[in-house]
């Protein structure tokens, strides 16, 4: 068989060790590998290049993605789709491995609708994609985000003031949950719950009373009311960019005013994303994508290959794409047991 590839979306940690699994799996197996560049972009307009084992064997620890990425939805315009299946007939692709989020993993549900064989690999830092216990970049993520906590908590003490961190995660707040909980954090806000001005402003208090100081850990996705001035601008697949809307620094400036403590905000941002993959990306990103070669060698097309417990095993598109796997009320019970 001939493996195609792309990596879509957002980039995050693992999707190199996952491109790596998926060549040296189908080439144990006897099967080559075409590698597309920057997502359906590249599928669409014809561009790629083999992958030899040589090449990727090296890639474990490697962060991004050797192949680029995109956020390119191919199945806007009817011409677009067209090309696509062309291109994949012209290339002599038996299935293709979409590896990605929701958008990227709903274009290749499309692609399967329409007849193609294409198989699915589920990542992202944010680790919202349904019917995965977690997906790669998740905890390489959120290391990144709490070593920027405990570096905050020094100059927070140094200064007595309060800091506010946000931390991405455009649609779950999985990634502020896990920073919060870990390291300890005086408030932690998420998309999932409603923003409590006056509950955030009383734990600031209560830190500043205790130890002269507060971490507070946002999610860039909560809402602090109606948005101010433009439009935002909006991606291929409708989604908002979140990037100038800067709650950090809001909040900053609330609490600054309400508390009258001394108040900084930092924003993360794209470091979250870069970086040699945390162990346990590494070992996920690595049996996902040999999982993704297996379900196709057993003729599973229109499936992604999942975590279940310590499983790994195929999903219908259908059940991974479509629903944002949201932060669950246990665990919000459990993170409100360190900031009630
Ligand atoms: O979807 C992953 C993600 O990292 C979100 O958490 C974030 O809002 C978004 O991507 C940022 O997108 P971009 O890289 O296009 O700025």
Same mark, same amino acid.
């Given at each position: 068989?001939?493996?195609?590839?792309?990596?879509?979306?957002?980039?995050? +940690?693992?999707? #190199?060790?996952?491109?790596?699994?998926?060549?040296?799996?189908?080439?144990?197996?006897?099967?080559?590998?075409?590698?597309?560049?920057?997502?359906?972009?590249?599928? =669409?307009?014809?561009?790629?290049?083999?992958? &030899?084992?040589?090449?990727?064997?090296?890639?474990? #620890?490697?962060?991004?993605?050797?192949?680029?990425?995109?956020?390119? #939805?191919?199945?806007?315009? !009817? %011409?677009?789709?067209?090309?696509?299946? !062309?291109?994949?007939?012209?290339?002599?692709?038996?299935?293709?491995?979409? @590896?990605?989020?929701?958008?990227?993993?709903?274009?290749? =549900?499309?692609?399967?609708?329409?007849?193609?064989? @294409?198989?699915?690999? +589920?990542?992202?830092?944010?680790?919202?994609?349904?019917?995965?216990?977690?997906?790669?970049?998740?905890?390489?993520?959120?290391?990144?985000?709490?070593?920027?906590?405990?570096?905050?908590?020094?100059?927070?003490?140094?200064?007595?003031?309060?800091?506010?961190?946000?931390?991405?995660?455009?649609?779950?707040?999985?990634?502020?949950?896990?920073?919060?909980?870990?390291?300890?954090?005086?408030?932690?806000?998420?998309?999932?719950?409603?923003?409590?001005?006056?509950? /955030?402003?009383?734990?600031?208090?209560?830190?500043?009373?205790?130890?002269?100081?507060? /971490? *507070?850990?946002?999610?860039?996705?909560?809402?602090?009311? +109606?948005?101010?001035?433009?439009?935002?601008?909006?991606?291929?697949?409708?989604?908002?960019?979140?990037?100038?809307?800067?709650?950090? %620094?809001?909040?900053?400036?609330?609490?600054?005013?309400?508390?009258?403590?001394? $108040? =900084? &905000?930092?924003?993360?941002?794209?470091?979250? =994303?870069?970086?040699?993959?945390?162990?346990?990306?590494?070992?996920?990103?690595?049996? /996902?994508?040999?999982?993704? *070669?297996?379900?196709?060698?057993?003729?599973?097309?229109?499936?992604?290959?999942?975590?279940?417990?310590?499983?790994?095993?195929?999903?219908?598109?259908?059940?991974?794409?479509?629903?944002?796997? $949201?932060?669950?009320?246990?665990?919000?019970?459990?993170?409100?047991?360190?900031?009630?």
């Amino acid at each position: 068989m001939k493996f195609g590839i792309l990596t879509g979306g957002g980039d995050c +940690p693992g999707l #190199n060790p996952a491109i790596r699994a998926v060549v040296l799996r189908a080439h144990q197996k006897g099967h080559t590998t075409l590698g597309y560049l920057d997502g359906w972009k590249g599928v =669409r307009d014809g561009l790629s290049r083999p992958l &030899s084992p040589d090449e990727v064997r090296p890639l474990i #620890n490697r962060g991004g993605t050797i192949l680029g990425t995109s956020r390119t #939805n191919p199945f806007v315009h !009817e %011409a677009d789709a067209h090309k696509v299946v !062309e291109r994949l007939r012209l290339d002599g692709i038996d299935v293709l491995v979409a @590896v990605g989020g929701d958008d990227t993993l709903s274009a290749a =549900r499309e692609l399967a609708r329409r007849g193609g064989h @294409v198989v699915g690999v +589920p990542k992202t830092m944010d680790n919202d994609v349904a019917g995965t216990d977690w997906t790669f970049g998740f905890h390489s993520a959120v290391a990144v985000a709490v070593d920027a906590v405990e570096r905050l908590r020094d100059t927070a003490s140094s200064h007595h003031r309060a800091i506010v961190l946000e931390v991405m995660g455009r649609h779950a707040g999985w990634v502020a949950l896990a920073t919060g909980l870990a390291s300890g954090a005086d408030a932690t806000l998420l998309p999932e719950e409603p923003y409590d001005e006056a509950w /955030l402003f009383e734990r600031v208090r209560v830190g500043a009373r205790a130890r002269g100081f507060a /971490l *507070v850990v946002a999610s860039e996705g909560i809402s602090l009311g +109606p948005r101010r001035g433009t439009a935002a601008a909006k991606d291929e697949f409708g989604h908002e960019l979140l990037r100038e809307r800067e709650v950090g %620094a809001e909040l900053a400036r609330r609490i600054e005013e309400a508390t009258g403590m001394e $108040t =900084r &905000s930092a924003q993360i941002g794209h470091i979250q =994303r870069g970086g040699s993959p945390e162990l346990f990306d590494r070992i996920l990103a690595t049996r /996902l994508g040999a999982g993704a *070669v297996d379900l196709a060698l057993a003729g599973r097309f229109g499936e992604v290959a999942v975590l279940h417990g310590s499983e790994i095993t195929g999903i219908p598109f259908s059940d991974a794409v479509g629903t944002t796997k $949201t932060v669950t009320p246990d665990w919000l019970d459990l993170l409100h047991t360190f900031d009630a």
